[in-house]
């Protein structure tokens, strides 16, 4: 390039040096500005033309690196220079490799080549080269990459690497030399390279596919793992990989050497009492005296003890540990150096991203205003209620130093979609073919107000929905929500059908207690009709049984309902960790003909195995109980009834109690339903899981275990513009004569 310029120079000296510039132009450029062009040129008209100045222009035109040529025309001082950029990359495709899109952008992100970026060979080149090292790090051998060049037009190519992964290399054999307390089993918990187990390809099992990049983190892991059943003087070599390219088979050996294990001798902090009284800290602590000493239990008591000084306003408190070992006893004592630093106070708190969020909605929900005194536990309750808002897809919260005792919180969301107009159906084995319908916007105008007009309809059931809901009445720290509708459910048995139709509206309210626990009341008033259908006889056979049919009536219901509910998930939809519980007694007397109380209690769990699987598994656990107590009157629409989405998959909705008689009985007073479930992803990017569930329940009139079933299955939940929806695949387990069980059930509207 240097060349280059000197030649032009050369041929133009005499030219240059003699005129004086008259008009500059700039042809065929278009990836620099006007502005940037003049100031790099560095002279303007009138000035004399400077050979040295012009040298320099050229030279550093071509370091931005937009440029293949650069040609400059000097016509008695109309200085001309003509420019031919590098074309660009109009789209960059790689076939053979990945499929999931997701992996596809990660991929082009990792090779520096996306659409729009400047095309040279070189940098084809060590994309390419990337590409081969990532294969070669999976454990791919003789792989190859081939690049194809389209040009669209003069300024832009499509470029496309078309990939061959080449053979994949197995491991046949783990030998884990000197590990004389630890198997295999446990190794294969922390190690990314495992031994091929037998059926490889089921679900589970180990397919021992060679992860060259994680070998060496495989021994620290192992060490890791050493450390945490307390061999603290454990010491494990990186590993030797032979490979048998003949087979395209490997042999993985660790070279471990063990020690003695260590148990906690004692545990010391040394921390300021005024700040935080160590004593207050040692009941609280996972590492235990006298126990096997574990560095994961150590970590999470230097989180822990880090936590309980942030939370006193010393955001850049610090934790820092030593062992001392007793290597003739094998006891270490721990002891943790506090230094807290100076308090931190909030300066601002700063808010991005939000294009129809008010600033205000996103404030009221976040702990620490400015003025603050910093609280870690505040920082991260922030994120997790904001998300359980649904406004945002994203949510990061930061810290920004801006001085020793000053700091700024930095809110940057990513809104989601929260209106929409979605219709939709599917068919269920008890409702038959469904049909589903709503328009609901969850943030009205960005003020987080949610209003919301649903229908549901099938062969068996309907139902019409409005609401309105407001997390926060003049963000305040109380919540309202309003509701009207009208629903109607259809029972089949062998010898009637029930017909129970209900209109009516509920209001609520509530508020914030402490840290994500709610209390609140509702008021709910129903006028229900309830009908019944007989086959020709049943009632006569009834009536001559001495016994009673049920009888078509119209009652009023009307309820008042305090309940408190604890929530500290992660995510509105798809929770990875935290609980969700509650508890409600409901007065059903205040005026109307339905006099009981109904108790109902629930808890939920979720624990993300992502730290244990390195997998995005999320484990699920639920159980709900329900009582119901007779206060002067409890009509059939009352009672309580088992199967179904929300409580016992494998059986219709409303399968318990059978009573296929058709005559009166005492309502069913009693329900534990329990649900396990583990949730896998499908399609991250389009809100998609998939998952298996075991789920357990009885019911009963006076105790619970009158009746019990159990039902297993796999579902698929899609959150939809419109709200989770589920495709349930189940099997009844212990089902008896005469049960209603379903295989399949489509669900809008419910969830875990």
């Known amino acids: 390039m240097k060349n280059k310029v000197v030649l032009l120079s050369l041929a133009c000296a005499a030219a240059l040096s003699a005129n004086t510039i008259k008009s500059i132009e700039y042809k065929d450029v278009n990836k620099i500005s006007p502005q940037i062009l003049n100031e790099t040129l560095n002279m303007n008209v009138g000035d004399r033309l400077d050979e040295d100045k012009l040298n320099n222009a050229v030279t550093q035109f071509y370091k931005y690196g937009y440029f293949e040529d650069i040609q400059v025309v000097n016509n ?10 590098k074309p660009s990359i109009a789209s960059v495709e790689i076939k053979g490799y990945k499929s999931r899109s997701e992996d596809i952008d990660t991929l082009k992100t990792i090779i520096k080549l996306k659409k729009g970026s400047m095309y040279t060979e070189q940098r084809v080149k060590e994309a390419k080269e990337k590409l081969l090292s990532m294969l070669e790090s999976e454990g791919y051998i003789n792989s190859v990459v081939e690049t194809e060049v389209e040009k669209i037009n003069e300024q832009s190519l499509k470029l496309t690497f078309h990939v061959n992964k080449g053979d994949e290399i197995i491991i046949k054999k783990s030998n884990y030399h000197g590990s004389n307390n630890l ?15 037998f059926a490889s390809w089921w679900f589970g099992q180990n397919d021992g596919e060679v992860k060259i990049d994680q070998l060496k983190y495989d021994a620290r892991r192992i060490n890791d793992l050493y450390f945490e059943k307390g061999y603290l003087d454990a010491q494990v070599k990186e590993p030797f990989l032979d490979i048998d390219f003949a087979s395209n088979q490997a042999k993985l050996d660790f070279f471990i050497t063990e ?103 996103i404030r009221r929900d976040v702990y620490l205003a400015p003025g603050d005194l910093y609280n870690l536990t505040d920082f991260k309750d922030s994120t ?29 969301v990513t809104e989601a979609p929260t209106g929409s107009l979605m219709l939709g159906g599917g068919y269920g084995s008890y409702d038959k073919f469904m049909v589903n319908g709503s328009i609901s916007e969850v943030n009205v105008f960005g003020s987080g107000l949610g209003v919301g007009l649903s229908a549901d309809l099938s062969a068996r059931t309907s139902k019409f929905e409005l ?90 219901s009307s309820s008042i309902t305090p309940y408190l509910n604890f929530d500290n998930t992660d995510d509105f939809y798809f929770p990875r960790e935290g609980v969700k519980a509650g508890t409600s007694l409901e007065y059903a007397g205040v005026g109307g003909d339905s006099k009981y109380l109904k108790s109902t209690t629930y808890g939920k769990y979720f624990y993300s195995l992502e730290d244990l699987t390195e997998l995005d598994w999320v484990l699920r656990l639920k159980t709900q109980i329900k009582v119901l107590m007779d206060n002067g009157q409890i009509n059939q629409g009352d009672s309580l009834y088992l199967g179904g989405p929300k409580t016992l998959r494998g059986y219709k909705s409303y399968a318990f109690p059978q ?7 005492d309502p069913y007073k009693n329900l534990w339903a329990n649900s396990a479930e583990i949730s896998f992803p499908l399609i991250p990017s389009a809100k998609m899981r998939w998952g298996l569930f075991y789920d357990y329940g009885m019911i009963g009139q006076d105790t619970f275990n009158d009746i019990e079933r159990s039902g297993s299955g796999a579902l698929l939940e899609w959150i939809s513009p419109v709200g989770p929806l589920q495709l349930i695949f189940s099997r009844a387990l212990d089902a008896e004569a005469g049960d209603d069980t379903s295989s399949f059930e489509f669900s809008l509207g419910a969830s875990f």
């Open 76 to 85: 008695d001082g109309n200085l001309k220079l003509i420019f031919k950029e």
């Open 183 to 197: 198997e295999q089993d446990d190794f294969d918990t922390v190690t990314a390279n495992k031994e091929i187990e």
């Open 259 to 361: 020690g003695e294990k260590y148990t906690t001798n004692s545990i010391k902090i040394y921390l300021d009492s005024s700040i935080v009284d160590p004593e207050t800290i040692y009941p609280k602590l996972k590492l235990i005296i006298g126990n096997s000493f574990n560095i994961k239990k150590l970590r999470a008591d230097q989180e822990y003890i880090r936590t309980q000084v942030a939370d006193k306003g010393y955001a850049f408190a610090e934790v820092k540990f030593d062992l001392i070992k007793n290597e003739k006893e094998q006891l270490v004592d721990v002891v943790y150096n506090v230094i807290p630093g100076k308090k931190v106070y909030i300066n601002d708190v700063k808010i991005s991203g939000n294009t129809k969020t008010l600033d205000r909605v």
């Open 384 to 412: 997790n209620k904001l998300k359980r808002t649904r406004f945002f897809e994203d949510i990061q919260i930061e810290e920004k130093r801006v001085s020793d005792d000053k700091l700024d919180i930095i809110v940057k």
């Open 467 to 556: 609401s309105l809901k407001n997390p926060a009445i003049n963000d305040s720290e109380y919540n309202g929500e309003a509701e009207v509708h009208s629903t109607e459910a259809e029972i089949n048995r062998s010898k009637y059908e029930s017909n129970i139709e209900t209109k009516g509206f509920s209001v609520g309210v509530g508020r914030e207690v402490f840290r994500d626990l709610y209390a609140g009341a509702r008021y709910r008033l129903d006028f229900v009709n309830e009908s019944y259908k007989y086959e020709p006889g049943v009632k006569e056979d009834i009536l001559a049984r001495g016994k009673e049919p049920y009888k078509s009536q119209d009652y009023m």
């Open 659 to 665: 009573n296929e008689s058709g005559e009166i009985t």
